[in-house]
């Protein structure tokens, strides 16, 4: 923007306003006059011509073109000041006579076939007035004839440049006028320019030497009015300056003494804080090696307590023994989180912890978490959803365990802390720039809430929003601090808003990057834009997610509370899919009575179950169930099982047994601890055939240059030759030197698995030993032998035994381990199964005396309820059954199956009654 200066100021402020108002007054008065002067000219012209038309109507009459000429020559000369030329026309618009003759006589008359004027008309050409009238007869006007045709007219040329000259004269005294304004107006404007702006220019020069030091400087003279106030100012100012200069200068001189004093001060403190630094490295190099070396001390016995829990419950136990083993595993497993929880804290709180960046698919990895926690939440009647953006792109880039580790804290806290209701984890799409994309994630509960007061100790370090809460519920107080410091060093905030009593949400985002790379075998869901299912949800909430994320398939989802809502009659759905509450679950009986009034509205049924009610899953898939899922529920393997993409039997791995076909396989198991020892051969011995153990390093060399093995399990850990050494060792021997040796420690520290790596070692298992992850890394590191074993013929012992138990009646071992191992269920199911005999035999025995009885629904019902009860003759005869049944046979053509029906039911009556009691 241009700055002007005070003079310009002054100047165009004086100047400018009275130039404008002269200009305003010139152009209104001469514009006035302008119109004026017209004005009186035109109306001296009709002064003239009217009378002339009136004088000339009697010698027009008489055609008398004398005395007219007379008349207006006389009329022309008389007013030759403005008056050029005067005609008459007769009524044929011919010139009758003219005062002054000249060629424009085409301009004064009328235009060949335009009429003659019947009033005055006026009009202005360049400088010439045009006045034109009509001739009327006198007597004509009086007896109110005027609207007849005039006998001519009379046109009359005025000249207007008298009238211009005037009106020039006019605009050149206006001018001169403004003109001696603004010279008066500019005599007055130099003026006070010498009143104000020199002395202002004179301060402003004063004011830039005082600014440049010099403030021995005053501004001399005597000024006017407020200038005179100002310079007073600068002044004093200057005064002040001056006085201010040389206390600083003191100052100066103090503060650099002083800091000469300082410096020597400093340079004592750097030495005493670099003797410092180094006793720190110290301490945090002891506080690492103490964490690690708590890590394994805690861990090593850890694992035993965990591992033979574990396989204590693989045993029949009593219901209170199994309650005591599990609530042992439960506090071991808390233990061992507390564990975790503070290796974390003291990884984040030294800068430590670092975050990988690799792809992995977003859905999946929630749906891991969610099926983890789905036990716990179960198990107190909680209903645990997801909900999933379907903006968010489903591969990304990042940290999916940190990620799934905070997730897994605040879903943990909302279950610890939720007595009954909900659970829901939301996700949402907040930005997508480039390939970076912000995702915002929430969790809410209905549990008891936190109060105002108590909200401000969450994110503290080993506190709680109650001190009572921990001796409750359990938990370090670390959890959130950790999940806070991780989502920060994942670019992201975390907060939280609460009501006591009325349920708590946690939120927090974080910033992932987008990948297009295939991370799972995608599902082609178009195939499902037109397939309805039928939806029996009876909690509220989860029936709106549940079916929110099942549109977003393509589906077409009626939702329903029940089943046993009213539907349309000629509604068929291609499936329905059952799910059933955790808060309240029906008796088997009623789920499977659930199923046939499912499979009369669609052609496949599906149930959706807790996790605490698996147990149940075979018995429905037996029944005819198509598949069975543990909620929440996976969409991803629903739509594989409509599109028929998904085997039945990995629809619940949870109901697959071990195979007792063991690897051929010889591995040598090396540790220390005779707990651990005898652990990892238990779970070695289930898996392998040849297991050899080594109590340390020396003996573990010993045997490796004994024998070869096909792998090496090695502790780390252990006296008279640690874990690394002996592998070293290891490595010389001929027999053994590209065996596979696997680090098993308890050590959990960062960094750990990649010093093992370097050191020699082909792998690495943490304590305690999960046992997927144990036949993981058998599965990882032996597929060539498991090759081998897949061309070898079963031996004896793993021979099928199917064949054997069909020759059973009631087999109760079997019906032990199909009810879980619960003796108190597998008694329920047997006497249910034997009290739904005498329906089913009074149906069949109608049927052979020739009533028409539909078989197939009471077998098919029998079918179903044969899975959990230890009765694999009666199941098969069942299902022999019912598949003919479906082929069409008739009653005569099944009747000696049905008759060895009715055998097996009074074998199970009888054989049950040492097990049901009476």
Same mark, same amino acid.
């Given at each position: 923007?241009?700055?002007?200066?005070?003079?310009?100021?002054?100047?165009?402020?004086?100047?400018?306003?009275?130039?404008?108002?002269?200009?305003?007054?010139?152009?209104?008065?001469?514009?006035?006059?302008?119109?004026?002067?017209?004005?009186?000219?035109?109306?001296?012209?009709?002064?003239?011509?009217?009378?002339?038309?009136?004088?000339?109507?009697?010698?027009?009459?008489?055609?008398?073109?004398?005395?007219?000429?007379?008349?207006?020559?006389?009329?022309?000369?008389?007013?030759?000041?403005?008056?050029?030329?005067?005609?008459?026309?007769?009524?044929?618009?011919?010139?009758?006579?003219?005062?002054?003759?000249?060629?424009?006589?085409?301009?004064?008359?009328?235009?060949?076939?335009?009429?003659?004027?019947?009033?005055?008309?006026?009009?202005?050409?360049?400088?010439?007035?045009?006045?034109?009238?009509?001739?009327?007869?006198?007597?004509?006007?009086?007896?109110?004839?005027?609207?007849?045709?005039?006998?001519?007219?009379?046109?009359?040329?005025?000249?207007?440049?008298?009238?211009? #000259?005037?009106?020039?004269?006019?605009?050149?005294?206006?001018?001169?006028?403004?003109?001696?304004?603004?010279?008066?107006?500019?005599?007055?404007?130099?003026?006070? #320019?010498?009143?104000?702006?020199?002395?202002?220019?004179?301060?402003?020069?004063?004011?830039?030497?005082?600014?440049?030091?010099?403030?021995?400087?005053?501004?001399?003279?005597?000024?006017?009015?407020?200038?005179?106030?100002?310079?007073?100012?600068?002044?004093?100012?200057?005064?002040?300056?001056?006085?201010?200069?040389?206390?600083?200068?003191?100052?100066?001189?103090?503060?650099?003494?002083?800091?000469?004093?300082?410096?020597?001060?400093?340079?004592?403190?750097?030495?005493?804080?670099?003797?410092?630094?180094?006793?720190?490295?110290?301490?945090?190099?002891?506080?690492?090696?103490?964490?690690?070396?708590?890590?394994?001390?805690?861990?090593?016995?850890?694992?035993?307590?965990?591992?033979?829990?574990?396989?204590?419950?693989?045993?029949?136990?009593?219901?209170?023994?199994?309650?005591?083993?599990?609530?042992?595993?439960?506090?071991?497993?808390?233990?061992?989180?507390?564990?975790?929880?503070?290796?974390?804290?003291?990884?984040?709180?030294?800068?430590?912890?670092?975050?990988?960046?690799?792809?992995?698919?977003?859905?999946?990895?929630?749906?891991?978490?969610?099926?983890?926690?789905?036990?716990?939440?179960?198990?107190?009647?909680?209903?645990?959803?997801?909900?999933?953006?379907?903006?968010?792109?489903?591969?990304?880039?990042?940290?999916?365990?940190?990620?799934?580790?905070?997730?897994?804290?605040?879903?943990?806290?909302?279950?610890?802390?939720?007595?009954?209701?909900?659970?829901?984890?939301?996700?949402?799409?907040?930005?997508?720039?480039?390939?970076?994309?912000?995702?915002?994630?929430?969790?809410?509960?209905?549990?008891?809430?936190?109060?105002?007061?108590?909200?401000?100790?969450?994110?503290?370090?080993?506190?709680?929003?109650?001190?009572?809460?921990?001796?409750?519920?359990?938990?370090?107080?670390?959890?959130?601090?950790?999940?806070?410091?991780?989502?920060?060093?994942?670019?992201?905030?975390?907060?939280?808003?609460?009501?006591?009593?009325?349920?708590?949400?946690?939120?927090?985002?974080?910033?992932?990057?987008?990948?297009?790379?295939?991370?799972?075998?995608?599902?082609?869901?178009?195939?499902?834009?037109?397939?309805?299912?039928?939806?029996?949800?009876?909690?509220?909430?989860?029936?709106?997610?549940?079916?929110?994320?099942?549109?977003?398939?393509?589906?077409?989802?009626?939702?329903?509370?029940?089943?046993?809502?009213?539907?349309?009659?000629?509604?068929?759905?291609?499936?329905?899919?059952?799910?059933?509450?955790?808060?309240?679950?029906?008796?088997?009986?009623?789920?499977?009575?659930?199923?046939?009034?499912?499979?009369?509205?669609?052609?496949?049924?599906?149930?959706?179950?807790?996790?605490?009610?698996?147990?149940?899953?075979?018995?429905?898939?037996?029944?005819?169930?198509?598949?069975?899922?543990?909620?929440?529920?996976?969409?991803?393997?629903?739509?594989?099982?409509?599109?028929?993409?998904?085997?039945?039997?990995?629809?619940?791995?949870? #109901?697959?047994?071990?195979?007792?076909?063991?690897?051929?396989?010889?591995?040598?198991?090396?540790?220390?601890?005779?707990?651990?020892?005898?652990?990892?051969?238990?779970?070695?011995?289930?898996?392998?055939?040849?297991?050899?153990?080594?109590?340390?390093?020396?003996?573990?060399?010993?045997?490796?240059?004994?024998?070869?093995?096909?792998?090496?399990?090695?502790?780390?850990?252990?006296?008279?030759?640690?874990?690394?050494?002996?592998?070293?060792?290891?490595?010389?021997?001929?027999?053994?030197?590209?065996?596979?040796?696997?680090?098993?420690?308890?050590?959990?520290?960062?960094?750990?698995?990649?010093?093992?790596?370097?050191?020699?070692?082909?792998?690495?298992?943490?304590?305690?030993?999960?046992?997927?992850?144990?036949?993981?890394?058998?599965?990882?590191?032996?597929?060539?032998?498991?090759?081998?074993?897949?061309?070898?013929?079963?031996?004896?012992?793993?021979?099928?035994?199917?064949?054997?138990?069909?020759?059973?009646?009631?087999?109760?071992?079997?019906?032990?381990?199909?009810?879980?191992?619960?003796?108190?269920?597998?008694?329920?199911?047997?006497?249910?199964?034997?009290?739904?005999?005498?329906?089913?035999?009074?149906?069949?025995?109608?049927?052979?005396?020739?009533?028409?009885?539909?078989?197939?629904?009471?077998?098919?019902?029998?079918?179903?309820?044969?899975?959990?009860?230890?009765?694999?003759?009666?199941?098969?005869?069942?299902?022999?059954?019912?598949?003919?049944?479906?082929?069409?046979?008739?009653?005569?053509?099944?009747?000696?199956?049905?008759?060895?029906?009715?055998?097996?039911?009074?074998?199970?009556?009888?054989?049950?009654?040492?097990?049901?009691?009476?």
């Amino acid at each position: 923007m241009t700055k002007y200066g005070l003079r310009t100021r002054v100047l165009t402020l004086t100047i400018a306003p009275t130039l404008i108002i002269g200009l305003l007054l010139s152009a209104y008065f001469i514009h006035n006059r302008y119109e004026d002067l017209e004005q009186q000219l035109t109306v001296t012209g009709e002064a003239i011509i009217e009378p002339l038309a009136i004088a000339s109507e009697i010698g027009l009459t008489n055609e008398s073109r004398e005395s007219v000429r007379r008349l207006i020559g006389f009329t022309h000369r008389q007013n030759s000041q403005y008056v050029r030329s005067i005609a008459v026309f007769d009524k044929r618009n011919q010139l009758f006579v003219t005062s002054n003759y000249h060629r424009n006589l085409d301009l004064m008359s009328v235009p060949d076939g335009s009429p003659m004027p019947s009033q005055l008309e006026i009009s202005r050409q360049k400088d010439t007035l045009l006045l034109r009238t009509p001739i009327r007869a006198v007597g004509r006007f009086s007896a109110g004839l005027d609207n007849e045709s005039p006998m001519g007219y009379i046109s009359m040329e005025m000249d207007l440049s008298a009238v211009r #000259l005037e009106q020039y004269q006019e605009l050149i005294s206006a001018s001169v006028v403004m003109v001696l304004g603004m010279i008066l107006s500019g005599i007055f404007a130099y003026r006070l #320019l010498a009143d104000v702006t020199e002395p202002v220019s004179q301060m402003v020069s004063m004011i830039d030497r005082i600014r440049r030091g010099h403030l021995d400087v005053r501004i001399e003279g005597t000024l006017h009015g407020e200038l005179d106030t100002l310079k007073n100012g600068i002044n004093s100012m200057a005064i002040s300056l001056s006085e201010y200069h040389l206390e600083m200068q003191q100052s100066i001189d103090q503060a650099t003494s002083d800091l000469r004093e300082t410096l020597e001060q400093l340079e004592i403190q750097n030495v005493e804080l670099d003797i410092a630094k180094k006793h720190a490295q110290e301490a945090a190099r002891v506080k690492s090696e103490f964490l690690a070396n708590m890590s394994h001390e805690l861990r090593t016995p850890l694992n035993g307590v965990i591992g033979f829990t574990r396989q204590m419950l693989k045993t029949r136990l009593s219901t209170a023994q199994q309650d005591y083993l599990q609530t042992i595993e439960k506090s071991a497993n808390n233990l061992l989180t507390i564990i975790n929880d503070i290796l974390d804290f003291s990884k984040l709180e030294a800068g430590k912890l670092l975050l990988e960046n690799i792809p992995f698919d977003f859905e999946d990895s929630l749906d891991e978490v969610m099926k983890l926690l789905a036990p716990m939440a179960h198990e107190k009647g909680l209903e645990l959803n997801l909900k999933l953006d379907a903006d968010i792109p489903p591969g990304m880039i990042g940290d999916p365990l940190r990620l799934q580790q905070v997730l897994t804290n605040l879903v943990g806290n909302a279950i610890k802390f939720t007595e009954s209701g909900n659970i829901k984890v939301t996700t949402e799409l907040k930005s997508y720039n480039n390939e970076c994309i912000e995702v915002l994630f929430e969790v809410q509960d209905t549990g008891i809430g936190i109060s105002e007061r108590q909200q401000a100790q969450l994110f503290q370090a080993f506190r709680q929003a109650d001190a009572s809460i921990s001796r409750r519920y359990g938990g370090t107080g670390l959890g959130l601090v950790i999940t806070q410091k991780l989502v920060k060093q994942m670019g992201g905030e975390i907060g939280f808003s609460s009501r006591l009593h009325q349920g708590s949400t946690f939120w927090f985002s974080v910033t992932l990057m987008h990948t297009d790379l295939p991370l799972i075998q995608p599902v082609d869901m178009s195939g499902l834009e037109d397939y309805t299912l039928l939806l029996v949800e009876p909690d509220e909430e989860s029936r709106k997610l549940i079916t929110h994320r099942l549109q977003q398939t393509g589906l077409k989802v009626t939702a329903q509370e029940t089943l046993t809502t009213p539907v349309s009659l000629n509604t068929n759905y291609d499936a329905a899919l059952l799910s059933i509450s955790a808060r309240s679950v029906p008796a088997t009986e009623k789920l499977l009575q659930m199923a046939m009034d499912a499979e009369g509205q669609a052609k496949q049924v599906i149930f959706c179950l807790p996790t605490t009610e698996l147990a149940v899953s075979e018995r429905l898939i037996q029944a005819g169930v198509t598949a069975c899922f543990a909620k929440p529920l996976p969409v991803r393997k629903l739509a594989e099982t409509l599109l028929g993409e998904s085997d039945m039997l990995d629809v619940i791995p949870e #109901l697959l047994t071990v195979s007792e076909q063991k690897l051929p396989l010889t591995v040598m198991a090396v540790d220390d601890n005779p707990a651990n020892l005898k652990l990892i051969s238990a779970l070695l011995s289930e898996r392998v055939e040849n297991v050899v153990t080594a109590e340390n390093g020396l003996k573990a060399v010993e045997q490796a240059n004994l024998r070869a093995f096909d792998m090496i399990l090695m502790d780390i850990q252990m006296p008279e030759m640690d874990g690394v050494t002996a592998s070293q060792a290891i490595r010389k021997s001929m027999l053994n030197h590209h065996t596979p040796i696997i680090a098993v420690t308890a050590h959990a520290m960062a960094g750990e698995r990649e010093r093992l790596i370097n050191a020699g070692m082909d792998d690495y298992l943490t304590k305690p030993i999960e046992e997927p992850v144990l036949e993981q890394v058998l599965n990882s590191w032996i597929g060539n032998v498991t090759d081998r074993q897949a061309q070898l013929p079963l031996t004896a012992s793993a021979a099928p035994k199917a064949p054997l138990l069909k020759n059973l009646s009631l087999d109760w071992d079997l019906a032990l381990q199909q009810a879980a191992d619960k003796e108190d269920l597998a008694v329920e199911l047997l006497q249910m199964l034997v009290e739904s005999f005498d329906t089913v035999e009074e149906t069949v025995n109608q049927a052979m005396t020739g009533a028409d009885i539909d078989l197939w629904p009471p077998i098919h019902k029998l079918h179903g309820s044969c899975a959990y009860s230890g009765v694999p003759r009666l199941k098969q005869l069942c299902h022999d059954l019912e598949t003919q049944i479906k082929q069409g046979s008739t009653i005569a053509d099944i009747e000696p199956e049905l008759l060895e029906l009715l055998d097996e039911f009074a074998h199970i009556r009888e054989q049950s009654r040492q097990y049901i009691p009476a």
